[in-house]
């Protein structure tokens, strides 16, 4: 096997090396292999150390000539002369390193970054993904769903096998400092549909669930946590209070569904369905995922999906929201995984995509300059003898070589670009691990080099090999005024290249105008001093439901204790704490509590509010603003009727305005609230989502204990001991409490609208780069047709031409160029707006005032470039002019 | 003159001890070198490449009947080149000598 490989290896060493001691080379490596105490090592080393000394000799052979004594009979004469043509390129493009860096840098910026998106394209979108019978796998949408809600799916017959899942944030114990980790807990199905094995133990089993008392661990976690230690296995953890032994180590390969459970998980658990919170229809948790039986369609399970909808909404009320049922979706596993970052990734491959045009136009312009050159060296040599099918083959070799050089330059590029991509990347673009660049994407950057290189520099290069262009020789330089053709494709391409630039400046306009609109958002409360610090405060295990009471008081005394040590720290103003504080839970999700307060007087609205549990401080601490009333006040927390706070968007709603509102009453849980205050609306769930109504009552009137709550601090320090400090005075109460977090306000409106910074970056830095390609095709196209002209110029100013004239002539050729290329790179930009269009914020896609913007930029920087090779025409002199030769 | 490559020095010196086939040479080497110095077919082929091309050592022709192994032996130019290495050698140890033992002399 080795021998046989090692045979095919030489068989790539040049002619004589190969034919003197190919044969030698392989008996002495099998005789090495024989005789060796460690053939292994015999083996590796013979094949690792092989490729240097092949470059070495084809170094030998084509760089430095070394080509042996005994000269090459008629056979492989072929394999020579390619050498000798790639010996004869290399030659000539070391004559010339400005052009071959140029092309080289060109195609690898083009190729580069388009590789760099196909690599995350390909392994985000185009590959399968990993899981058997993964086109049968669909998603129950319509969710997260209750356990029983879980059950009613169950009497879908065209699905034959279930999972569900839900993962949260735990807190692990007894394993040094608590730290928060994320736990799922599955179903039965789930490991089996999803085909996960483990390195370690055993996967969870059905039998786990009757006990509830097991738990696999992820890899990661393992290696982290328990630092890949296997006597693990049979240990015991504590995570909640909950004691758990551990059974397993999931396999490192096993590719997390996003869909089901989110992209991290530390801890699997089996769920059990015997707990209280199984049995109730109001815990909305689970993702659930059916496999489709053999022969069933998705229709088959929309059709059942929507009879189970709409007759659980028969039989529970809670299953009819704003007066519509809530449906079940269903849809294709692949589809609910990456059918939200699809169209982003496509636009951005395309914009990409442009930019590898750009960068092939300006390559096509480096070549057609470069041929006026090079037509009269082939002339010479057709002249000399040589046939046209040599010549091709020369400068298809010359381009290739330069192909490969762009190519390389871009897989380095690629490289360097995926991990710039992925550390720039906002979280939440699903299959993000394991995005690199493998095989599958070198292979595209050189078929992509390779091919632009060939395809854009040999067909202008082609038009020299041509039998006619042997007329340069006879014409000396005459005959390049007349090199219409040439002339035509360049201009073609400026114009394509201003269009094309065109089109990526506004987008890249319109989303960086997005992104200021949405940094300059009214959040409608304060970021700049305060901390949230998000906590878990799980109800002791012995809690009985004997005292229900009880758990809700001990959530909010748990909290106010906290509260209180924090207030205590130095250089603290103000402590706050609620359930949730603004921008912790962003997106779609409405975290954690909503209901629907019967408002006194008024009928039950339409659609739940979501109500904020807060201490008297919230308002203070994030400088909420009051459109009528005023927040209580600690003295003032007195009831039922406890006092409350509505926002505008609620009073709007229920009692068509802020005055009207207040002093209402509200049943919340049958709890009885006053309004006091109508507070201004704020965007609690990030910039960009819609104002919804919301409630806020005094934390300790809540009805139940939500088992989390955070902290909002405000202060004035933003010392390095900060933090330290808050942690501390957390622990003096809280000992076991794992403090996951402390981050400003600031930073989560920043990560809020990460991902338009994304975008507006990636496209600013596509349209700049694109701007320049653009500049320099135009300035180069125009120079080149200055210095054709100049014998034509030099007549035109002995005839009496001003200097001015001439000057005027050549700046309104640029402009106008750029002008066509603007008209088409218009209704580009307008087609392309729609691409966009639902990743704008506050901005109307295809805004004109941005449109404008661009067009003015680049005819502004048009006409820039059109000045230079002005001056330059303008300042011929006729006398000389008209003595150049070319 | 310069001095040669430990690979270079080890190869002419199990080459001055009697000719050699490619496998006796990679063995020998990796022999008296105990094991610091390990060859594989490829380098070592090149490396006898450019010592025959440089005249300092001579393929001999296959034996008939004899297996059909190529070997190499020793030319007078490559014991010269040998010899001076081993010299400058020497005296570079020699130039060491007192430095490591010391005073004893």
Sequence with gaps: MTLQLYRALIRLLPRHVRERDGEEMTRALADQIAGARAPRAVRWRALIRFPLVLALEWRDVLLMGRVPAPPVPSRGSRMESVARMIRQGARGLARTPAFSLSVILLLGVGVGSVSAIFAVVDHVLVRPLPYPEVDRLVVIEGGPHSFPAVRDLQAMRSIEAWAAAWAENVSLT??????????????????????????????????????????????????????????????????????????????????LPDAMVGAHVDFWLP?????????????????????????????????????????????????????RIIELPVRTLRDATIGKVARPLRVLLAAVSLLLLIACASVTHLFLARGVARSREMAVRRALGARTRSLVAQLLIETGMLGAGGALLGALLAYAGVRAFLALVPAGLPRATGITVDVRVLLFAAGVGLLTAIVFGLMPALRLARPGSGDHLRDSGRTLTQSLGAQRLRS??????????????????????????????????????????????????????????????????????????????????SVAFGLTMPLEYVGAGHCCYS??????????????????????????????????????????????????????????????????????TFVLDQTDFRIVGIARNSRHYGVDRPYGAAVYIPAHAMPFAPGSGTMAVLTERTDDALATDLRAAIWRTEPNLPIPTITTVAELARQDSAYRRFDALLFGTFSVVALL????????????????????LGIRLALGATPRGLERDVLTSGVGLAAIGVIIGTIGAWFAGRLIESRLYGVEARDARTLGLAVSVLMLIALLSSWIPARRAAVTNPIESLRAEY | MTALAPRDLLILAVLADGQSHGYGIIKSVEDRSEHDVLLDPANLYRCLRRMSADGWIDEVEARKGDDRRRTYRITTKGRAILRKEVQRLESLLRGL???????KR
């Design chain 1, 174 to 255: 007894g394993q040094g400092e608590p730290r928060r980790v994320q736990q799922a807990l599955v179903t039965a199905g789930f490991f089996p549909m999803f085909g996960a094995r483990a390195v370690l133990g055993r996967l969870l089993q059905p039998a786990d669930s009757q006990l509830a008392n097991t738990a696999v661990l992820s890899h990661g976690a393992w290696q982290r946590v328990f630092g890949a230690d296997s006597s693990v296995i049979g240990s015991t953890i504590r995570i909640d209070d909950a004691v758990l032994t551990v059974v397993g180590v999931l396999d490192p390969g096993f590719a």
């Design chain 1, 271 to 323: 769920v059990d369905p015997t707990a209280e919170y199984m049995t109730k229809r109001d815990y909305w948790m689970f993702n659930v995922v059916g496999r489709l039986g053999a022969g069933r369609t998705i229709a088959q399970a929309r059709q059942e999906a929507t009879r189970i909808a709409n007759e659980r909404a028969k039989a529970f009320p809670r299953y009819i929201e704003g007066g």
């Design chain 1, 492 to 573: 073609a391409l400026v114009i394509g290249e201003v269009a094309v630039s065109l089109v990526l400046l506004a987008q890249a306009g319109w989303l960086l105008r997005s992104f200021i609109r949405m940094s300059n958002a009214e959040l409608g409360f304060s970021t700049s001093g305060i901390y949230e610090i998000p906590l878990s405060v799980p109800q002791p295990a012995q809690a009985n439901s004997a005292a229900v009471a009880a758990p809700a008081a001990e959530w909010h005394r748990r909290l106010e204790a906290i509260r209180e040590s924090l207030a205590r720290t130095r250089g603290v103003q």
């Design chain 1, 595 to 664: 209901a629907r307060p019967t408002f006194a007087g008024k009928e039950r609205p339409a659609r739940s509010s979501v109500i904020h549990p807060v201490s008297a401080e919230f308002f203070d601490v994030l400088a909420i603003r009051f459109a009528a009333g005023e927040a209580w006040s600690r003295r003032t927390l007195t009831g039922p009727p406890y006092p409350a706070v509505v926002n505008e968007q609620q009073a709007h709603q229920v009692y068509g305005g802020a005055i009207a509102a207040l002093g209402a």
């Design chain 1, 773 to 792: 390609l653009a500049a320099g095709g135009l300035a180069g196209t125009l120079l080149y047709m200055v210095s054709l002209q100049r014998r034509s």
């Design chain 2, 97 to 103: 000598h007192p430095s490591l033992v010391g005073h």
